[in-house]
């Protein structure tokens, strides 16, 4: 079916649509874009809709940064963002019937800016078809869910479940998703509508915090797709329910961060799980050591916050070291315990506000250069047990680090092409300058 029998197919189904919500992913990981007529899907199938590239060049206060050069400098030039057709879905939110669709930026010319992450995605996808390499993936998400009070600036953040005077963890509590039965069903009639694989549903490690699992997808451009649509579902379901869920890398001291897991292995053109059977060890290795060895210049794309630091703790699930092992969820790279064909790798160290297309491109170029050609390398020994308690090859523990080892990262100019290389390290500079010039209140408190 062509993307306008689709488009035309959709519309008849859903005949009493009168809006659009038309989507963008920034290279900070943010949906942006705006409301329009039913009308517009025409031209989003079509030539596509126009949207200034400088939305690609914005920081993570919609500010412009001029050292992108994407802004006035350049003639605030427009880009053509055409429909991920199978992101064409109704939504079960708004006063009104509303579809929305996520779109990909194109210059004028038809070729894919090089400032869109999910363009950068599609690159490294069909770098790994040339190579005769399919992957399969897959996202977990975790979030806080917030009381709705903890929107007002300022203001100390609200957790649901939290009990005064109790810790209250209860992990694995099927009694703390129960109270919360109606937000968990929304979002999966809500991931029904946009066709997302949601699996499980659990309560994890601090008051107030879940993750949602998506079942894995043999198409890494779709699966991430899948992890920037979720994000956006559990955001308006919480809202639907008077709450707030929130992504935030490290939202609370005392308690575990929010992450990002991703799940890849990789088919060969047979179908076939390079990992496992004859020669699939070594295979999954030299994968393992492409990761772990571009892993520090690439930090910046997994923890793309200044806040996202403070979630790399020992003791707190987050790795602080380049590392793998088998089974063993104290480490950066674990290999999940599973049956031959299942045999994976599971990255761990993503804050959930990281941008799931960068990453994945990250990811996935990195399994590639380790298994391909003359690069083929073979990682450290797999640890075992507490990793915390081991020393050295740590990962960056601050955004400064890891600004500069990612802005003079051959890599990284590889993965993801010297033009996202240039916007994120320019983003980031204005980040950092911004955090900066601000006196916090602790040192008001402390100091005047």
């Not at 005064?164 to 509508?193: C, K, P, T, V, W």
């Not at 496992?276 to 916050?305: H, P, R, V």
């Not at 003791?315 to 290999?335: D, H, K, L, Q």
Request: proline share 4%.
């Amino acid at each position: 079916m062509s993307d306008t029998d689709q488009l035309e197919q959709f519309l008849g189904k859903n005949s009493d649509i009168v809006a659009v919500e038309l989507m963008l992913v920034d290279p900070n990981g943010i949906i942006r874009g705006k409301w329009a007529p039913v009308a517009t899907l025409k031209k989003a199938f079509g030539d596509g809709v126009n949207f200034p590239l400088s939305l690609h060049g914005c920081d993570i206060w919609g500010r412009e940064v001029a050292a992108t050069g994407l802004h006035i400098e350049s003639g605030d030039r427009d880009g053509f963002c055409r429909a991920v057709p199978h992101t064409l879905a109704r939504v079960p939110w708004g006063n009104r019937p509303t579809a929305q669709v996520l779109l990909q930026t194109f210059e004028d010319d038809r070729r894919v800016f090089g400032g869109c992450a999910r363009g950068t995605l599609a690159t490294v996808v069909a770098r790994l078809k040339e190579a005769g390499l399919f992957p399969v993936t897959a996202f977990e998400l975790e979030f806080f869910l917030l009381k709705a009070e903890s929107d007002r600036p300022g203001s100390v953040p609200q957790i649901v479940d939290a009990i005064e005077g109790l810790d209250n963890q209860r992990m694995y509590s099927l009694d703390a998703l129960a109270e919360n039965s109606g937000f968990f069903e929304d979002i999966r009639l809500a991931a029904e509508l946009q066709s997302l694989p949601i699996d499980t549903f659990v309560k994890e490690a601090a008051p107030g915090q879940y993750e949602v699992n998506l079942n894995h997808r043999a198409n890494a451009l779709r699966a991430a797709d899948d992890a920037v649509q979720l994000r956006r579902i559990i955001t308006e379901c919480a809202r639907k329910h008077g709450l707030k869920a929130t992504f935030m890398a490290k939202p609370f001291i005392e308690q575990p961060g929010n992450g990002m897991h991703v799940h890849a292995s990789l088919l060969d053109k047979d179908g076939e799980n390079v990992f496992a059977g004859e020669g699939g060890q070594k295979i999954l290795e030299n994968a393992i050591a492409g990761l772990l060895d571009t892993m520090a210049e690439t930090s910046l794309l997994y923890i793309n916050t200044l806040n996202g630091f403070r979630r790399m703790q020992a003791g707190s699930y987050a790795p602080t070291r380049i590392n793998w092992g088998e089974n063993n969820r104290s480490v950066a790279v674990r290999i999940p315990a599973s049956n031959m064909k299942a045999k994976r790798i599971e990255h761990r160290i993503s804050g959930a506000d990281a941008n799931p297309y960068l990453v994945l491109a990250a990811i996935l170029q990195g399994m590639l250069d380790g298994i391909s050609g003359n690069r083929t390398r073979t990682p450290p020994e797999a640890e075992t047990g507490n990793s915390y308690e081991r020393t050295g090859n740590e990962l960056p523990s601050t955004m400064r680090q890891s600004l500069d080892l990612f802005k003079n990262s051959e890599f990284a100019i590889r993965a993801l092409g010297r033009e996202m290389v240039e916007i994120l390290t320019a983003l980031k500079q204005a980040e950092l300058d911004t955090f900066a010039r601000e006196i916090t209140p602790l040192e008001r408190t402390t100091y005047l």
